[in-house]
Protein backbone atom coordinates (compact mmCIF):
# COMPACT_ATOMS: atom_id res chain seq x y z
CA UNK A 1 0.00 0.00 0.00
CA UNK A 2 1.61 3.59 -1.33
CA UNK A 3 2.51 5.21 1.92
CA UNK A 4 1.96 8.37 -0.13
CA UNK A 5 -0.06 9.65 -3.18
CA UNK A 6 0.57 12.89 -5.09
CA UNK A 7 -1.62 14.33 -7.61
CA UNK A 8 -0.84 16.84 -10.45
CA UNK A 9 -3.74 17.92 -11.92
CA UNK A 10 -2.25 21.19 -13.63
CA UNK A 11 -3.33 23.67 -14.70
CA UNK A 12 -2.46 23.18 -18.20
CA UNK A 13 0.24 25.26 -19.48
CA UNK A 14 1.89 25.79 -16.59
CA UNK A 15 4.89 23.65 -17.35
CA UNK A 16 3.53 20.18 -17.43
CA UNK A 17 4.76 18.61 -20.22
CA UNK A 18 8.33 19.88 -19.30
CA UNK A 19 7.64 18.42 -15.56
CA UNK A 20 6.06 15.17 -16.94
CA UNK A 21 9.03 14.67 -19.51
CA UNK A 22 11.36 14.56 -16.04
CA UNK A 23 9.39 12.61 -14.41
CA UNK A 24 9.24 10.16 -16.61
CA UNK A 25 13.09 10.51 -17.92
CA UNK A 26 14.09 9.80 -14.36
CA UNK A 27 11.58 7.14 -13.54
CA UNK A 28 14.15 5.16 -12.59
CA UNK A 29 15.88 7.29 -10.46
CA UNK A 30 12.75 8.29 -8.79
CA UNK A 31 11.64 4.79 -8.08
CA UNK A 32 15.69 3.83 -6.54
CA UNK A 33 14.46 6.83 -4.17
CA UNK A 34 11.15 5.53 -3.18
CA UNK A 35 8.91 7.11 -5.58
CA UNK A 36 6.40 5.84 -8.18
CA UNK A 37 5.89 6.81 -11.82
CA UNK A 38 2.74 4.75 -12.77
CA UNK A 39 2.32 3.61 -16.09
CA UNK A 40 5.29 2.40 -18.33
CA UNK A 41 4.06 5.42 -20.19
CA UNK A 42 2.64 9.00 -19.80
CA UNK A 43 0.04 7.58 -22.02
CA UNK A 44 -1.27 5.71 -19.99
CA UNK A 45 -1.90 7.80 -16.82
CA UNK A 46 -4.45 9.88 -19.72
CA UNK A 47 -6.06 6.83 -20.50
CA UNK A 48 -6.59 6.52 -16.84
CA UNK A 49 -7.70 9.72 -16.18
CA UNK A 50 -10.01 9.85 -19.51
CA UNK A 51 -11.36 6.28 -17.78
CA UNK A 52 -12.19 8.15 -14.50
CA UNK A 53 -13.75 10.93 -15.63
CA UNK A 54 -16.03 8.52 -17.46
CA UNK A 55 -14.69 8.32 -21.12
CA UNK A 56 -14.50 5.08 -23.05
CA UNK A 57 -12.26 5.83 -25.81
CA UNK A 58 -9.04 7.78 -26.09
CA UNK A 59 -9.22 10.53 -28.72
CA UNK A 60 -7.02 8.19 -31.35
CA UNK A 61 -9.67 5.46 -30.88
CA UNK A 62 -8.48 2.97 -28.13
CA UNK A 63 -10.76 2.30 -25.25
CA UNK A 64 -10.09 3.37 -21.85
CA UNK A 65 -12.00 1.19 -20.09
CA UNK A 66 -10.33 0.11 -17.06
CA UNK A 67 -7.24 1.67 -17.32
CA UNK A 68 -7.97 4.23 -14.04
CA UNK A 69 -8.40 0.59 -11.62
CA UNK A 70 -5.24 -0.06 -13.15
CA UNK A 71 -3.01 2.33 -12.08
CA UNK A 72 -4.86 2.29 -8.29
CA UNK A 73 -3.68 -1.03 -8.27
CA UNK A 74 -0.39 -0.19 -9.45
CA UNK A 75 -0.34 2.40 -6.99
CA UNK A 76 -1.81 0.33 -4.21
CA UNK A 77 1.00 -2.51 -4.26
CA UNK A 78 3.99 0.45 -4.15
CA UNK A 79 5.60 0.44 -0.77
CA UNK A 80 6.20 4.95 -1.03
CA UNK A 81 5.56 7.50 -2.40
CA UNK A 82 3.24 7.60 -6.13
CA UNK A 83 3.43 10.32 -8.18
CA UNK A 84 0.69 11.43 -10.68
CA UNK A 85 0.47 14.05 -13.37
CA UNK A 86 -2.02 14.53 -15.65
CA UNK A 87 -3.55 18.18 -16.68
CA UNK A 88 -6.48 16.75 -17.78
CA UNK A 89 -7.70 16.55 -14.62
CA UNK A 90 -7.73 20.36 -13.94
CA UNK A 91 -11.34 21.00 -14.76
CA UNK A 92 -13.04 17.43 -13.91
CA UNK A 93 -16.49 18.19 -12.39
CA UNK A 94 -17.05 17.31 -7.89
CA UNK A 95 -18.32 13.47 -8.94
CA UNK A 96 -14.65 13.10 -10.63
CA UNK A 97 -12.97 14.72 -7.93
CA UNK A 98 -14.63 12.54 -5.24
CA UNK A 99 -13.95 9.34 -6.72
CA UNK A 100 -10.34 10.11 -7.11
CA UNK A 101 -10.16 11.14 -3.36
CA UNK A 102 -11.53 7.78 -2.89
CA UNK A 103 -9.80 5.88 -4.68
CA UNK A 104 -6.33 5.06 -3.28
CA UNK A 105 -6.27 1.87 -0.61
CA UNK A 106 -5.57 3.42 3.22
CA UNK A 107 -4.24 7.11 1.94
CA UNK A 108 -6.33 10.51 1.01
CA UNK A 109 -4.38 11.75 -2.29
CA UNK A 110 -2.34 15.26 -1.66
CA UNK A 111 -3.13 17.83 -4.15
CA UNK A 112 -0.32 19.81 -6.70
CA UNK A 113 -1.67 22.75 -8.66
CA UNK A 114 0.76 24.36 -10.72
CA UNK A 115 -0.16 27.87 -11.60
CA UNK A 116 1.04 30.53 -14.30
CA UNK A 117 0.47 34.27 -14.76
CA UNK A 118 -2.66 34.55 -16.57
CA UNK A 119 -1.25 36.81 -19.13
CA UNK A 120 1.20 34.12 -20.76
CA UNK A 121 -1.56 31.72 -20.38
CA UNK A 122 -3.41 33.75 -23.24
CA UNK A 123 -0.96 32.96 -26.29
CA UNK A 124 -0.44 29.39 -25.04
CA UNK A 125 -3.79 28.17 -24.67
CA UNK A 126 -4.79 29.53 -27.87
CA UNK A 127 -2.08 27.58 -29.35
CA UNK A 128 -2.56 24.31 -27.56
CA UNK A 129 -6.58 24.63 -28.48
CA UNK A 130 -5.49 24.99 -32.10
CA UNK A 131 -3.20 21.94 -31.74
CA UNK A 132 -6.36 20.47 -30.70
CA UNK A 133 -8.59 20.92 -33.41
CA UNK A 134 -9.72 24.34 -32.48
CA UNK A 135 -10.58 26.95 -34.89
CA UNK A 136 -11.28 30.44 -32.96
CA UNK A 137 -9.24 33.27 -35.00
CA UNK A 138 -6.64 35.24 -32.56
CA UNK A 139 -9.51 38.24 -32.14
CA UNK A 140 -12.19 36.12 -31.30
CA UNK A 141 -10.50 34.15 -28.57
CA UNK A 142 -8.67 37.21 -26.65
CA UNK A 143 -12.04 38.79 -26.40
CA UNK A 144 -13.71 36.01 -25.02
CA UNK A 145 -11.62 34.66 -22.48
CA UNK A 146 -11.84 39.11 -21.52
CA UNK A 147 -15.65 38.76 -21.69
CA UNK A 148 -16.12 35.20 -19.71
CA UNK A 149 -13.87 35.82 -17.06
CA UNK A 150 -14.73 34.13 -13.77
CA UNK A 151 -17.77 36.37 -12.48
CA UNK A 152 -19.14 38.02 -15.66
CA UNK A 153 -22.22 37.45 -17.16
CA UNK A 154 -20.84 36.22 -20.27
CA UNK A 155 -19.14 32.99 -19.13
CA UNK A 156 -21.83 30.58 -20.02
CA UNK A 157 -22.36 31.95 -23.92
CA UNK A 158 -19.09 31.78 -25.00
CA UNK A 159 -17.50 28.91 -26.30
CA UNK A 160 -13.39 29.51 -26.77
CA UNK A 161 -14.16 31.55 -23.12
CA UNK A 162 -15.85 28.50 -21.33
CA UNK A 163 -12.92 26.21 -22.67
CA UNK A 164 -10.30 28.88 -21.71
CA UNK A 165 -11.29 29.46 -18.04
CA UNK A 166 -12.18 26.15 -17.36
CA UNK A 167 -8.49 25.06 -17.39
CA UNK A 168 -7.34 28.38 -16.39
CA UNK A 169 -9.67 29.77 -13.26
CA UNK A 170 -7.01 29.28 -10.56
CA UNK A 171 -9.16 29.76 -7.79
CA UNK A 172 -12.60 27.25 -8.76
CA UNK A 173 -9.89 24.78 -9.67
CA UNK A 174 -7.79 25.10 -6.15
CA UNK A 175 -11.57 24.70 -4.34
CA UNK A 176 -12.68 21.85 -6.33
CA UNK A 177 -9.67 19.53 -6.17
CA UNK A 178 -8.99 20.87 -2.43
CA UNK A 179 -11.74 19.04 -1.52
CA UNK A 180 -10.06 15.78 -2.51
CA UNK A 181 -6.91 16.45 -0.06
CA UNK A 182 -4.37 18.16 1.22
CA UNK A 183 -3.52 21.38 -0.97
CA UNK A 184 -0.12 22.48 -2.48
CA UNK A 185 0.49 25.24 -5.27
CA UNK A 186 3.61 25.73 -7.33
CA UNK A 187 4.26 28.65 -9.08
CA UNK A 188 5.53 28.77 -11.95
CA UNK A 189 8.80 31.25 -12.04
CA UNK A 190 9.02 34.91 -14.24
CA UNK A 191 11.25 34.72 -17.07
CA UNK A 192 14.28 35.01 -16.94
CA UNK A 193 14.58 32.84 -13.69
CA UNK A 194 16.85 29.41 -13.62
CA UNK A 195 15.80 26.66 -15.71
CA UNK A 196 15.41 24.13 -12.43
CA UNK A 197 13.66 26.42 -10.68
CA UNK A 198 10.46 25.25 -11.69
CA UNK A 199 11.21 21.32 -11.33
CA UNK A 200 12.62 22.58 -7.85
CA UNK A 201 9.46 23.55 -6.69
CA UNK A 202 7.23 20.67 -8.40
CA UNK A 203 9.61 18.51 -6.56
CA UNK A 204 9.16 20.04 -2.63
CA UNK A 205 5.57 19.86 -3.00
CA UNK A 206 6.10 16.21 -4.95
CA UNK A 207 8.27 15.20 -2.09
CA UNK A 208 11.30 14.61 -4.21
CA UNK A 209 14.95 16.36 -4.32
CA UNK A 210 15.39 16.71 -7.99
CA UNK A 211 19.30 16.54 -7.51
CA UNK A 212 20.87 14.52 -10.11
CA UNK A 213 17.75 14.55 -12.48
CA UNK A 214 18.46 14.62 -15.94
CA UNK A 215 16.44 17.12 -17.90
CA UNK A 216 13.99 16.42 -20.60
CA UNK A 217 13.98 16.84 -24.15
CA UNK A 218 11.77 19.79 -25.23
CA UNK A 219 8.64 18.69 -26.36
CA UNK A 220 6.19 21.34 -26.41
CA UNK A 221 8.33 24.25 -28.28
CA UNK A 222 6.23 27.18 -29.56
CA UNK A 223 5.00 27.69 -32.69
CA UNK A 224 5.32 30.93 -34.90
CA UNK A 225 2.36 33.13 -35.33
CA UNK A 226 2.36 32.71 -38.65
CA UNK A 227 2.33 28.93 -38.70
CA UNK A 228 -0.36 28.57 -35.96
CA UNK A 229 -2.64 30.48 -38.23
CA UNK A 230 -1.95 27.36 -41.15
CA UNK A 231 -2.90 25.01 -38.37
CA UNK A 232 -6.17 27.16 -37.37
CA UNK A 233 -6.77 27.15 -41.42
CA UNK A 234 -6.14 23.55 -41.47
CA UNK A 235 -8.79 22.81 -38.60
CA UNK A 236 -11.34 24.90 -40.87
CA UNK A 237 -10.99 23.16 -44.48
CA UNK A 238 -10.57 19.24 -42.46
CA UNK A 239 -13.86 20.53 -41.04
CA UNK A 240 -15.75 21.60 -43.64
CA UNK A 241 -14.74 18.07 -45.38
CA UNK A 242 -16.31 15.87 -43.31
CA UNK A 243 -13.01 15.45 -40.52
CA UNK A 244 -13.70 17.12 -37.51
CA UNK A 245 -11.04 16.86 -34.95
CA UNK A 246 -10.01 13.88 -33.23
CA UNK A 247 -9.69 12.97 -36.96
CA UNK A 248 -6.32 12.98 -38.39
CA UNK A 249 -6.06 14.09 -34.69
CA UNK A 250 -1.83 12.15 -34.86
CA UNK A 251 -1.01 14.20 -37.86
CA UNK A 252 -2.57 17.43 -36.73
CA UNK A 253 -1.68 17.66 -33.36
CA UNK A 254 1.46 15.24 -32.96
CA UNK A 255 3.21 14.96 -36.41
CA UNK A 256 2.46 18.48 -37.33
CA UNK A 257 1.55 20.79 -34.31
CA UNK A 258 4.27 19.16 -32.34
CA UNK A 259 7.07 17.41 -34.25
CA UNK A 260 7.41 18.77 -37.42
CA UNK A 261 6.27 22.78 -37.47
CA UNK A 262 8.12 23.98 -34.29
CA UNK A 263 11.48 22.86 -36.59
CA UNK A 264 9.54 25.56 -39.35
CA UNK A 265 9.44 28.76 -36.94
CA UNK A 266 13.03 29.97 -36.88
CA UNK A 267 12.12 33.15 -38.82
CA UNK A 268 8.32 33.08 -38.13
CA UNK A 269 7.76 35.70 -35.06
CA UNK A 270 6.65 34.17 -31.90
CA UNK A 271 2.90 35.40 -30.58
CA UNK A 272 3.14 38.28 -28.32
CA UNK A 273 0.37 40.00 -26.19
CA UNK A 274 1.03 43.16 -23.99
CA UNK A 275 -0.64 42.24 -21.05
CA UNK A 276 -4.26 43.54 -20.94
CA UNK A 277 -5.70 46.18 -18.42
CA UNK A 278 -8.07 43.52 -16.58
CA UNK A 279 -5.43 40.68 -16.20
CA UNK A 280 -3.95 43.19 -13.23
CA UNK A 281 -6.75 43.38 -11.31
CA UNK A 282 -8.09 39.87 -11.72
CA UNK A 283 -4.79 38.59 -10.96
CA UNK A 284 -5.11 40.58 -7.63
CA UNK A 285 -8.43 39.17 -6.69
CA UNK A 286 -7.32 35.89 -7.78
CA UNK A 287 -4.25 35.89 -5.63
CA UNK A 288 -6.06 37.05 -2.32
CA UNK A 289 -8.46 34.40 -2.87
CA UNK A 290 -5.81 31.95 -3.55
CA UNK A 291 -3.78 32.89 -0.09
CA UNK A 292 -7.12 32.81 2.23
CA UNK A 293 -7.19 28.55 1.08
CA UNK A 294 -5.64 26.26 3.13
CA UNK A 295 -2.56 25.78 0.88
CA UNK A 296 0.85 25.20 1.04
CA UNK A 297 2.55 27.31 -1.53
CA UNK A 298 6.14 26.92 -3.54
CA UNK A 299 7.23 29.59 -5.01
CA UNK A 300 5.68 33.44 -4.32
CA UNK A 301 1.94 34.23 -5.98
CA UNK A 302 3.94 37.44 -6.61
CA UNK A 303 5.09 35.22 -9.54
CA UNK A 304 1.15 35.38 -10.89
CA UNK A 305 2.02 39.16 -12.03
CA UNK A 306 1.38 39.15 -15.62
CA UNK A 307 3.87 40.07 -17.79
CA UNK A 308 3.86 41.21 -21.75
CA UNK A 309 4.64 38.35 -23.98
CA UNK A 310 6.50 39.61 -26.70
CA UNK A 311 6.41 38.46 -29.79
CA UNK A 312 4.03 39.59 -32.83
CA UNK A 313 0.63 40.51 -32.97
CA UNK A 314 -1.29 37.75 -34.39
CA UNK A 315 -3.78 40.11 -36.67
CA UNK A 316 -0.37 41.33 -38.50
CA UNK A 317 1.13 38.56 -39.89
CA UNK A 318 0.54 38.52 -43.66
CA UNK A 319 -0.90 36.34 -46.15
CA UNK A 320 2.44 36.10 -47.76
CA UNK A 321 3.55 34.71 -44.37
CA UNK A 322 1.18 32.15 -44.05
CA UNK A 323 1.20 30.66 -47.25
CA UNK A 324 5.06 30.39 -46.74
CA UNK A 325 4.26 28.68 -43.56
CA UNK A 326 1.61 26.35 -45.63
CA UNK A 327 3.97 25.51 -47.98
CA UNK A 328 7.03 24.70 -45.93
CA UNK A 329 4.33 22.91 -43.91
CA UNK A 330 3.38 21.10 -46.63
CA UNK A 331 6.62 20.04 -47.86
CA UNK A 332 7.98 18.68 -44.34
CA UNK A 333 4.65 16.88 -44.15
CA UNK A 334 5.02 15.03 -47.45
CA UNK A 335 9.10 13.68 -46.22
CA UNK A 336 7.90 12.75 -43.36
CA UNK A 337 5.15 10.54 -44.94
CA UNK A 338 7.05 9.24 -47.87
CA UNK A 339 9.39 7.81 -45.13
CA UNK A 340 6.36 5.94 -43.52
CA UNK A 341 4.45 5.38 -46.58
CA UNK A 342 5.65 2.67 -50.02
CA UNK A 343 3.52 3.95 -52.35
CA UNK A 344 1.99 7.73 -51.38
CA UNK A 345 -0.15 9.72 -53.71
CA UNK A 346 1.37 13.21 -53.60
CA UNK A 347 -0.76 16.33 -54.37
CA UNK A 348 0.06 18.62 -56.88
CA UNK A 349 2.26 21.76 -56.56
CA UNK A 350 1.37 25.13 -54.61
CA UNK A 351 0.39 27.88 -56.76
CA UNK A 352 3.19 30.33 -56.07
CA UNK A 353 1.21 33.55 -57.14
CA UNK A 354 0.35 36.22 -54.28
CA UNK A 355 -2.95 36.96 -52.77
CA UNK A 356 -4.98 35.40 -50.65
CA UNK A 357 -6.57 32.84 -53.00
CA UNK A 358 -2.95 31.47 -53.13
CA UNK A 359 -2.73 31.43 -49.33
CA UNK A 360 -6.21 29.55 -49.54
CA UNK A 361 -4.29 27.39 -52.13
CA UNK A 362 -1.51 26.27 -50.09
CA UNK A 363 -3.35 25.61 -46.93
CA UNK A 364 -6.00 23.37 -48.75
CA UNK A 365 -3.22 21.23 -50.46
CA UNK A 366 -1.71 20.67 -47.00
CA UNK A 367 -5.35 19.72 -46.34
CA UNK A 368 -5.66 17.50 -49.31
CA UNK A 369 -2.33 15.78 -48.03
CA UNK A 370 -3.73 15.05 -44.42
CA UNK A 371 -7.00 14.15 -46.07
CA UNK A 372 -4.95 11.64 -48.28
CA UNK A 373 -3.84 9.97 -45.38
CA UNK A 374 -6.03 9.84 -43.62
CA UNK A 375 -8.64 8.42 -46.30
CA UNK A 376 -5.42 6.21 -47.09
CA UNK A 377 -5.16 4.73 -43.59
CA UNK A 378 -9.24 4.33 -43.60
CA UNK A 379 -8.81 1.84 -46.74
CA UNK A 380 -6.01 -0.01 -45.20
CA UNK A 381 -7.53 -0.84 -41.98
CA UNK A 382 -10.75 -1.78 -44.01
Known sequence: MARRVLLHVGAMKSGTTYLQG???????????????????????????????????????GDSVTGAWDRLVAEVDEWDGTALISVELLAPAGPETVDRVAKSFRGVTPEIVLSLRDINRQIPSMWQELIQNGADWTWPEFVSAVNKSRPGTRERRHSRPGRRFWSEQDMVAIARRWGQAGPLHL????????????????????????????????????????????????LNAELDRRGLAFPAAMGLRKHTLGKRLMPALTADDPRIGLQAPRWTQSFTRDQAAELRGLDATIHGDLDDLTPVDVRGIDPRKVTDKQVRDAAVASHAALRTDLNKKLADPTIPGEIDPGEGRKATARAVSALADLVEWSVRREELVRT
Do not use: C
Open 22 to 60: ALYKNKDLLAERGFLVPGARWRQQIEAVLDVKGRHKHPE
Open 186 to 233: VTVPPPGSPATLLLERFGAAMGFDPDGMKSPPPKNTSLGAATVEVLRE
